[in-house]
């Protein structure tokens, strides 16, 4: 079975320029999610979907970040401008269901650096 | 303070067992989960205990819940170099499952 498969594996961008990282969960899992892991921190929870609604995008910084899942299967997560502070691992994660008794799989990430 | 609180580092020598602790503030945990991230990695759920258990033994991982004391460990026993990784300890926090995740332990192996 293929994991959660995540693009680029590396950006670096200036401040104030776009971005977007993308990400194919497994395939049947109606759960995905994003994470923002800054270095020497753990993972946390930007957003997420069960299908293409959103559940909990409530530490998303919405004057910046925006994701969507359209089809329910595939999802984008877009930083625009990128400022300093948004240098982390982007982390994509999916599950069968909400999660509890249903496993997370993580993605190898996206590690973005803002110059 | 931080809700999820551990310590960043430990070294231990091949064969010797390691213990990780953790604290956590959230009473209401159901789930409590660990993780490994391996270097340049995503992170792999290793195991997880239910609240209403004290302890769960896995092979080689057995994990201890002190409800009371909000705090929780991840024992392995004889410790490879191929364990070398950054453990999380991870609470559901809140009415959510989603893991709450610590800054991590450092692992370190060594012969």
């Known amino acids: 079975e293929a994991g959660v498969a995540q693009s680029p594996r590396y950006k670096i961008i200036e401040k104030r320029q776009s971005v977007a990282f993308w990400c194919n969960p497994i395939s049947g899992h109606a759960t995905l999610y994003w994470y923002q892991q800054i270095l020497g921190q753990g993972p946390k929870l930007l957003i997420q979907?069960?299908?293409?609604?959103?559940?909990?995008d409530s530490q998303l910084p919405k004057d910046r970040f925006s994701a969507e899942r359209l089809k329910g299967v595939d999802s984008t997560l877009k930083i625009q401008p990128a400022k300093l502070e948004d240098s982390a691992v982007y982390l994509c994660?999916?599950?069968?269901?909400?999660?509890?008794?249903?496993?997370?799989?993580f993605g190898p990430g996206t590690r973005l650096t803002v110059l | 303070g931080e809700d999820v609180e551990q310590s960043l580092f430990l070294s231990v020598r091949e064969g010797d067992s390691s213990v990780i602790n953790c604290t956590y503030t959230d009473s209401s945990s159901t789930y409590l989960y660990w993780y490994k991230q391996e270097p340049g990695a995503g992170l792999q759920l290793l195991t997880y205990i239910f609240s209403n258990m004290d302890m769960k033994q896995d092979q080689r991982l057995t994990v201890l819940l002190n409800k009371k004391d909000k705090h929780l460990s991840l024992r392995i026993a004889d410790t490879q170099t191929g364990d070398s990784a950054i453990y999380f300890c991870a609470p559901q926090v809140g009415g959510s499952y989603i893991p709450t995740f610590g800054r991590g332990t450092s692992l370190i192996v060594h012969p």
């Open positions: 994660a999916s599950s069968m269901g909400l999660a509890g008794d249903n496993e997370q799989f």
């Open positions: 979907f069960q299908n293409n609604g959103v559940v909990d």
